[in-house]
Protein backbone atom coordinates (compact mmCIF):
# COMPACT_ATOMS: atom_id res chain seq x y z
CA UNK A 1 0.00 0.00 0.00
CA UNK A 2 1.36 3.49 -0.79
CA UNK A 3 1.18 6.41 0.79
CA UNK A 4 -0.28 8.61 -1.35
CA UNK A 5 -1.54 7.92 -4.64
CA UNK A 6 -2.74 9.92 -7.21
CA UNK A 7 -4.89 9.50 -10.41
CA UNK A 8 -5.19 12.20 -13.03
CA UNK A 9 -4.95 15.10 -10.37
CA UNK A 10 -6.16 18.28 -11.93
CA UNK A 11 -6.90 21.60 -10.50
CA UNK A 12 -8.49 24.59 -12.03
CA UNK A 13 -8.70 28.39 -11.00
CA UNK A 14 -11.06 29.65 -14.03
CA UNK A 15 -8.93 29.30 -17.21
CA UNK A 16 -5.71 28.51 -15.06
CA UNK A 17 -4.85 25.03 -14.83
CA UNK A 18 -2.60 25.00 -11.63
CA UNK A 19 -1.91 21.02 -11.98
CA UNK A 20 -2.56 19.47 -14.40
CA UNK A 21 -2.93 15.80 -14.49
CA UNK A 22 -0.36 14.22 -11.89
CA UNK A 23 0.13 10.71 -11.55
CA UNK A 24 2.32 9.91 -8.51
CA UNK A 25 3.01 7.03 -5.72
CA UNK A 26 4.90 8.12 -2.77
CA UNK A 27 5.89 4.58 -0.76
CA UNK A 28 5.61 4.62 3.24
CA UNK A 29 8.38 6.36 5.11
CA UNK A 30 9.41 7.83 1.92
CA UNK A 31 10.98 11.41 1.98
CA UNK A 32 9.84 13.20 -1.39
CA UNK A 33 10.70 16.39 -2.58
CA UNK A 34 8.51 18.31 -4.89
CA UNK A 35 10.64 20.91 -6.82
CA UNK A 36 9.87 23.47 -9.23
CA UNK A 37 9.92 27.31 -10.30
CA UNK A 38 7.38 29.83 -8.60
CA UNK A 39 3.92 28.63 -9.97
CA UNK A 40 5.06 25.59 -10.93
CA UNK A 41 2.14 24.14 -8.65
CA UNK A 42 3.83 23.01 -5.87
CA UNK A 43 1.46 24.36 -3.21
CA UNK A 44 -1.30 23.30 -5.05
CA UNK A 45 -0.13 19.90 -4.81
CA UNK A 46 0.47 19.78 -1.35
CA UNK A 47 -2.60 21.83 -0.21
CA UNK A 48 -4.55 18.76 -2.10
CA UNK A 49 -2.38 15.83 -1.14
CA UNK A 50 -3.16 17.39 2.24
CA UNK A 51 -7.34 17.93 1.79
CA UNK A 52 -7.19 21.74 1.98
CA UNK A 53 -8.42 22.26 -1.18
CA UNK A 54 -10.17 19.66 -3.12
CA UNK A 55 -9.17 18.51 -6.35
CA UNK A 56 -10.80 19.87 -9.62
CA UNK A 57 -10.93 16.33 -10.95
CA UNK A 58 -8.69 13.50 -10.22
CA UNK A 59 -8.50 10.60 -7.16
CA UNK A 60 -6.02 10.87 -4.40
CA UNK A 61 -5.69 7.69 -2.02
CA UNK A 62 -3.93 8.16 1.68
CA UNK A 63 -2.29 4.74 2.84
CA UNK A 64 -5.17 3.48 0.61
CA UNK A 65 -8.01 5.64 1.74
CA UNK A 66 -9.86 7.66 -0.89
CA UNK A 67 -9.85 12.00 0.12
CA UNK A 68 -13.64 12.00 -0.88
CA UNK A 69 -15.20 9.10 1.37
CA UNK A 70 -12.20 8.89 4.46
CA UNK A 71 -11.68 12.87 4.67
CA UNK A 72 -11.96 12.46 8.93
CA UNK A 73 -9.68 9.20 8.97
CA UNK A 74 -7.56 11.13 6.73
CA UNK A 75 -6.70 14.32 8.50
CA UNK A 76 -5.88 12.79 11.23
CA UNK A 77 -2.93 11.00 9.95
CA UNK A 78 -1.39 13.54 8.29
CA UNK A 79 -0.10 17.30 9.04
CA UNK A 80 1.04 19.81 6.90
CA UNK A 81 3.19 23.31 7.39
CA UNK A 82 2.40 25.19 4.92
CA UNK A 83 4.29 27.53 2.86
CA UNK A 84 2.79 30.91 4.79
CA UNK A 85 3.37 30.05 8.26
CA UNK A 86 0.21 29.24 10.00
CA UNK A 87 0.32 30.41 13.52
CA UNK A 88 -1.96 32.53 15.63
CA UNK A 89 -0.17 35.92 16.06
CA UNK A 90 -2.15 37.09 19.14
CA UNK A 91 -1.23 33.27 20.99
CA UNK A 92 2.11 32.94 22.89
CA UNK A 93 3.94 29.80 21.38
CA UNK A 94 2.97 28.21 24.81
CA UNK A 95 -0.68 28.87 24.08
CA UNK A 96 -0.37 28.04 20.03
CA UNK A 97 1.27 24.26 20.85
CA UNK A 98 -1.58 23.74 23.29
CA UNK A 99 -4.32 25.42 21.14
CA UNK A 100 -3.03 22.50 17.71
CA UNK A 101 -2.59 19.86 20.59
CA UNK A 102 -6.22 20.75 22.04
CA UNK A 103 -7.90 20.67 17.95
CA UNK A 104 -6.34 17.08 17.86
CA UNK A 105 -7.10 16.17 21.25
CA UNK A 106 -3.66 14.65 22.36
CA UNK A 107 -3.64 12.41 24.79
CA UNK A 108 -0.67 13.16 26.97
CA UNK A 109 -0.05 16.83 25.97
CA UNK A 110 2.18 18.57 28.20
CA UNK A 111 4.48 15.82 27.26
CA UNK A 112 4.08 15.84 23.42
CA UNK A 113 4.54 19.60 24.04
CA UNK A 114 7.92 19.36 25.65
CA UNK A 115 9.39 16.58 23.35
CA UNK A 116 8.46 19.31 20.70
CA UNK A 117 10.02 22.18 22.67
CA UNK A 118 12.80 20.49 23.07
CA UNK A 119 13.59 19.13 19.57
CA UNK A 120 12.81 22.50 18.30
CA UNK A 121 14.60 24.75 21.39
CA UNK A 122 11.60 26.67 22.19
CA UNK A 123 12.03 26.63 25.71
CA UNK A 124 12.88 30.89 25.50
CA UNK A 125 10.12 31.79 23.23
CA UNK A 126 7.29 29.92 24.90
CA UNK A 127 5.85 32.66 26.71
CA UNK A 128 6.55 35.33 23.76
CA UNK A 129 3.37 36.17 21.51
CA UNK A 130 3.84 34.44 17.67
CA UNK A 131 3.38 38.17 16.16
CA UNK A 132 6.88 39.25 17.63
CA UNK A 133 8.90 36.08 16.71
CA UNK A 134 11.49 36.38 13.82
CA UNK A 135 10.10 35.14 10.60
CA UNK A 136 12.61 32.23 10.88
CA UNK A 137 11.24 31.27 14.85
CA UNK A 138 7.60 31.88 13.36
CA UNK A 139 8.53 28.95 11.06
CA UNK A 140 10.15 26.74 13.07
CA UNK A 141 7.07 26.93 15.61
CA UNK A 142 5.05 26.34 12.55
CA UNK A 143 6.81 23.22 11.87
CA UNK A 144 6.92 22.36 15.68
CA UNK A 145 2.99 22.41 15.84
CA UNK A 146 2.71 20.27 12.52
CA UNK A 147 4.06 17.30 14.01
CA UNK A 148 1.74 17.71 17.53
CA UNK A 149 -0.61 14.55 16.53
CA UNK A 150 2.53 12.60 15.20
CA UNK A 151 1.13 12.41 11.74
CA UNK A 152 2.44 9.56 9.45
CA UNK A 153 2.10 11.66 6.41
CA UNK A 154 3.48 14.95 6.68
CA UNK A 155 3.76 18.22 4.27
CA UNK A 156 6.56 20.75 4.69
CA UNK A 157 6.07 23.40 1.86
CA UNK A 158 9.12 25.01 2.06
CA UNK A 159 10.51 24.40 5.63
CA UNK A 160 13.41 26.16 5.34
CA UNK A 161 12.57 29.21 3.86
CA UNK A 162 14.26 32.73 5.91
CA UNK A 163 15.98 30.29 7.87
CA UNK A 164 19.36 30.94 8.72
CA UNK A 165 22.29 28.78 7.57
CA UNK A 166 22.54 27.19 11.29
CA UNK A 167 18.74 27.33 12.16
CA UNK A 168 18.51 25.54 8.42
CA UNK A 169 21.15 22.47 9.19
CA UNK A 170 19.11 22.37 12.68
CA UNK A 171 15.76 21.60 10.99
CA UNK A 172 17.50 18.93 8.12
CA UNK A 173 18.67 17.00 11.11
CA UNK A 174 15.15 16.93 12.42
CA UNK A 175 13.78 15.92 9.25
CA UNK A 176 16.74 13.30 9.08
CA UNK A 177 15.38 11.90 12.06
CA UNK A 178 12.11 11.74 11.03
CA UNK A 179 13.55 10.20 7.75
CA UNK A 180 12.01 6.40 7.57
CA UNK A 181 9.69 6.65 10.40
CA UNK A 182 6.89 8.96 8.73
CA UNK A 183 6.46 9.65 4.76
CA UNK A 184 7.40 13.28 4.17
CA UNK A 185 6.75 14.87 1.18
CA UNK A 186 8.62 18.43 0.93
CA UNK A 187 8.89 21.88 -1.06
CA UNK A 188 11.93 23.53 -1.46
CA UNK A 189 14.34 26.02 -3.90
CA UNK A 190 17.14 24.59 -2.60
CA UNK A 191 18.69 22.23 -5.10
CA UNK A 192 21.14 21.00 -1.68
CA UNK A 193 18.24 20.47 0.96
CA UNK A 194 16.33 18.11 -1.99
CA UNK A 195 19.71 16.58 -2.92
CA UNK A 196 20.55 15.90 0.78
CA UNK A 197 17.15 14.88 2.57
CA UNK A 198 15.16 13.33 -0.25
CA UNK A 199 14.84 9.74 -1.61
CA UNK A 200 13.20 10.85 -4.60
CA UNK A 201 12.76 14.00 -6.14
CA UNK A 202 9.46 15.51 -8.26
CA UNK A 203 10.09 17.98 -11.06
CA UNK A 204 6.80 19.88 -11.49
CA UNK A 205 6.76 22.45 -14.22
CA UNK A 206 3.40 24.42 -15.79
CA UNK A 207 1.49 22.42 -13.65
CA UNK A 208 2.61 19.23 -14.85
CA UNK A 209 5.42 16.38 -13.08
CA UNK A 210 7.96 16.48 -15.80
CA UNK A 211 10.12 14.05 -13.74
CA UNK A 212 10.58 11.48 -11.25
CA UNK A 213 13.72 9.81 -9.76
CA UNK A 214 16.51 9.96 -7.22
CA UNK A 215 19.01 12.82 -7.66
CA UNK A 216 21.98 10.58 -8.90
CA UNK A 217 19.24 9.66 -11.91
CA UNK A 218 18.09 12.81 -12.57
CA UNK A 219 21.59 14.10 -13.17
CA UNK A 220 22.71 10.46 -15.30
CA UNK A 221 19.72 10.87 -17.10
CA UNK A 222 20.27 14.49 -18.37
CA UNK A 223 23.83 14.29 -18.30
CA UNK A 224 24.49 17.18 -16.12
CA UNK A 225 27.67 18.06 -14.18
CA UNK A 226 25.37 18.61 -10.89
CA UNK A 227 21.87 18.60 -9.95
CA UNK A 228 21.16 21.79 -10.21
CA UNK A 229 22.37 21.56 -14.09
CA UNK A 230 19.98 18.69 -14.34
CA UNK A 231 17.20 20.61 -12.66
CA UNK A 232 17.65 23.83 -14.70
CA UNK A 233 17.42 21.54 -17.86
CA UNK A 234 14.22 19.69 -16.59
CA UNK A 235 12.51 22.56 -14.93
CA UNK A 236 12.84 24.84 -18.62
CA UNK A 237 12.16 22.31 -20.87
CA UNK A 238 15.55 22.04 -22.15
CA UNK A 239 16.15 18.12 -22.20
CA UNK A 240 12.32 17.31 -23.17
N1 LIG B 1 -6.18 30.43 -4.80
C1 LIG B 1 -5.77 30.59 -6.07
N2 LIG B 1 -6.54 31.22 -6.97
C2 LIG B 1 -6.15 31.37 -8.25
N3 LIG B 1 -4.97 30.91 -8.73
C3 LIG B 1 -4.15 30.28 -7.87
C4 LIG B 1 -4.50 30.07 -6.50
N4 LIG B 1 -3.49 29.40 -5.90
C5 LIG B 1 -2.56 29.19 -6.85
N5 LIG B 1 -2.94 29.72 -8.04
C6 LIG B 1 -2.19 29.65 -9.29
O1 LIG B 1 -1.79 28.31 -9.50
C7 LIG B 1 -0.49 28.25 -10.06
C8 LIG B 1 0.41 27.39 -9.20
O2 LIG B 1 0.63 28.05 -7.96
P1 LIG B 1 1.37 27.36 -6.73
O3 LIG B 1 1.23 28.25 -5.56
O4 LIG B 1 0.88 25.98 -6.61
O5 LIG B 1 2.88 27.33 -7.25
P2 LIG B 1 4.22 26.94 -6.49
O6 LIG B 1 4.89 25.92 -7.35
O7 LIG B 1 3.94 26.57 -5.09
O8 LIG B 1 5.07 28.28 -6.56
P3 LIG B 1 6.10 28.96 -5.49
O9 LIG B 1 7.42 28.27 -5.72
O10 LIG B 1 6.16 30.38 -5.92
O11 LIG B 1 5.55 28.77 -4.12
C9 LIG B 1 -0.01 29.70 -10.22
O12 LIG B 1 -0.28 30.11 -11.54
C10 LIG B 1 -0.90 30.44 -9.23
O13 LIG B 1 -1.10 31.77 -9.65
MG1 LIG C 1 4.46 27.32 -3.29
Not at 3 to 15: F, M, P, R, S
Not at 41 to 56: A, C, R, V
Not at 97 to 110: D, T
Request: neutral net charge.
Amino acid sequence: MYAIETDNLIKKYKDNIAVNGINLKIKQGELFALLGTNGAGKTTTIKMLSSLILPSLGTIKINGLDIFSNSQTIKQILNVSPQETAIAPNLTVKENLEFMAGVYQIKYKNEKIEELVNVFNLTEMLGQKAKVLSGGWQRKVSIAISLINDPQILFLDEPTLGLDVIARRELWKIIEKLKGKITIVLTTHYMEEAEKLSDRIGIMSKGNLVAVATADELIRQCDAKNFEDAFVKIATGDEL
